[in-house]
């Protein structure tokens, strides 16, 4: 069956009847596209264009044992997400060796078929089936080249802490120009006590919550309210306490079963860093010259461009960037984070600016952590699809932006249902199921503007868009005060002290967010692993997450009017009467 091509359309032409978009059939091995599960498993996953196949079939086998008579096998493939312009299809496989070859038949909607392997697409015909050449190579599923994150994260909701704005435990470090507590408008350079004897007193509130993941900003010593511009790495900052508060903190943690992650600014020093001065003293000669990214000397601005002869954070002069090929930094940022691993126990890092810094170091940095606590779970940090930062001897996760703010465009009608469930589709689709299962899901932190206020004060469509969070995969985290209303612009607006006098409004969406993380935590395996799809009807929108024995699902009512509510009683839910889901309202429910 002799195959053409068009130009104008991008087109396989069988005898004038076949027909299919070439353009939009992809699959790449030892990528996001294959996913190693466990020995002998792998999930194989393909991209067509939209609507434009009927059916695709797998056909794999052991090379040495199919060169040897063992016949291959043929599987049809799942039709799993679909995104705005793409479909994609599934396969889990279960293999009696370690070795896979595989390649797609893919059939038309006409009933014509393809073959699509290695090296492209050939005729389906036996004598091109035959030919080793044609097919996608898995030489070995080494299972600890898939770096499959801790188990613990998929079964962790993290809340996030801002420690200067948390709670002020002891008054007796608080910086000299100590601000009222929650008195504002919150200020750049605004200190208002916050430390970890604060954390350590509220640890009993946050085990009441039900979150098992802490994530602190820095608390590492540096002249700013965020941290984020440290001097010195080995340091607790005085204004938050000690290594002894720091030591009860993690040890009163762990008590209560809860995680802990600390937070890593290897991208920049501050500019007060010892590093860093050294550098302004002796210019050139300073030890640390190739520590930073200079240059002209003597470090500065230009005379007469006014521009800074060094690289940054950004364009913050405060900030310089540090030279993470240099092998002296490597070795002293890799003794940091072991540092803290093992004098404290901590359980997690996260890495600011991951994606501004050196792939080489951060897949050193990496192996000398995963050498010294197995399960550490490594988080970097990134506002885009990241897939270069995650696996390949780096990181678990990145921080899931892409997946999670589309969320309150969804409950502020700035997306359609359809358009909200394609660019969700899309982002579930750009990592390994073990990683996707380990992204760290934020909707709102310090660097954004809080979810209450961008969802303009409407405290129902907080709860939906909450509700919506815990029900997708990955690693749910909640924002210090989101529990009891806390609001906030963009920075520093959104680093407003904690409410520790909430009224009854913020005492009731406090008892629904604990509610919501009870649900979440209790069915956290089902979340992370089983099969999710979506269902439009009208302006309701509904998040089934299926498995073999269960349905969970999320139904949300995005229209102006009622609709009848689901026959199955719900589990949790917002906005539900007299058996009507009202406008805006919502409801999760079990089968």
């Known amino acids: 069956m002799a195959i053409t091509t068009s130009n104008k359309c991008n087109r396989f032409l069988y005898k004038g009847v076949f027909n299919m978009l070439l353009a939009g059939i992809l699959h790449r091995p030892e990528s996001e596209d294959t996913a190693i599960l466990a020995d002998h498993c792998v999930t194989i996953r ?22 040897e008579g063992t016949p291959m096998q043929t599987t049809e493939m799942h039709r799993g997400l679909a995104t705005q312009s793409n479909q994609y299809w599934t396969l889990a496989v279960t293999i009696p060796t370690n070795r896979l070859i595989y390649g797609f038949r893919i059939t038309d909607k006409s009933g014509q078929t393809i073959g699509y392997g290695d090296d492209g697409f050939f005729d389906d015909q036996a004598t091109n089936w035959a030919v080793a050449g044609h097919y996608f190579h898995l030489p070995y599923l080494h299972v600890s080249d898939a770096e499959l994150p ?16 948390f709670a002020n435990g002891d008054v007796t470090n608080d910086p000299a120009n100590v601000t009222a507590w929650g008195q504002g408008p919150v200020r750049r350079e605004s200190f208002y006590g916050g430390d970890l004897k604060g954390v350590i007193d509220h640890l009993d509130d946050l085990a009441d919550l039900g979150i098992n993941g802490l994530y602190l900003c820095p608390i590492f010593t540096s002249p700013s309210n965020h941290k984020y511009d440290t001097i010195d790495h080995f340091e607790i900052d005085p204004h938050f306490g000690t290594k002894a508060d720091f030591q009860a903190l993690v040890d009163g943690a762990h008590e209560r079963g809860i995680k802990v992650m600390l937070d890593a600014v290897f991208n920049h020093f501050g500019e007060q860093s010892p590093q860093w001065q050294d550098v302004i003293k002796n210019g050139q000669q300073s030890r640390f010259a190739d520590w930073f990214h200079i240059h002209g000397w003597p470090v500065g601005r230009d005379p007469q461009t006014h521009q800074l002869n060094y690289e940054t954070f950004a364009t913050g002069a405060a900030m310089p960037k540090v030279n993470t090929q240099n092998p002296a930094v490597q070795d ?48 970097g940090e990134a506002w885009h699809s990241s897939q270069a930062l995650v696996n390949n001897g780096q990181f678990n996760a990145v921080m899931n932006y892409p997946l999670t703010q589309p969320i309150p465009a969804l409950f502020n009608h700035e997306l359609s249902l359809k358009e909200y469930v394609g660019k969700t589709n899309l982002q579930l689709t750009q990592y390994r199921l073990p990683n996707q299962q380990a992204m760290f899901n934020a909707i709102d932190t310090h660097d954004t503007p809080r979810l209450l206020t961008t969802l303009n004060g409407d405290v129902t469509k907080l709860q939906a868009a909450l509700t919506l969070l815990m029900l997708l995969p990955g690693s749910p985290c909640l924002y210090y005060g989101t529990e009891v209303g806390v609001a906030g612009g963009a920075d520093p607006d959104n680093r407003r002290c904690m409410n520790w006098q909430p009224n009854a409004d913020e005492l009731a969406l406090k008892a629904f967010v604990k509610q919501l993380v009870g649900f979440r935590r209790a069915h956290a395996s089902a979340l992370a692993s089983d099969e999710l799809s979506w269902k439009i009807e009208g302006q309701c929108l509904t998040l089934n997450r299926q498995s073999a024995t269960q349905l969970i699902s999320g139904r949300f009512n995005l229209g102006t009017t009622a609709v009848a509510a689901s026959a199955t009683p719900a589990v949790l ?19």
Request: hydrophobic share 45%; aromatic share 16%; net charge negative.
């Open 150 to 165: 801790p188990e613990w994260v998929k079964n962790t909701v993290w809340y996030q802490i801002f420690p200067e704005r």
């Open 332 to 379: 002293y940022l890799i003794s940091v984070t072991k540092y803290w691993v093992e004098q404290f126990g901590i359980d997690a890092w996260r890495f600011d600016v991951a994606d501004e810094v050196d792939h080489g170091f951060w897949r050193k940095l990496c192996g000398a952590l995963r050498a010294v606590k197995p399960d550490i779970y490594l988080l």
């Open 573 to 591: 839910s917002v906005g539900v009467h007299e058996h009507q889901l009202l406008a805006g309202g919502f409801e999760v429910s079990i089968n």
């Open 46 to 67: 393909l991209k067509t264009a939209l609507d434009d196949v009927a059916k695709i079939e797998m056909i794999y086998a052991d090379m040495y044992l199919w060169q």
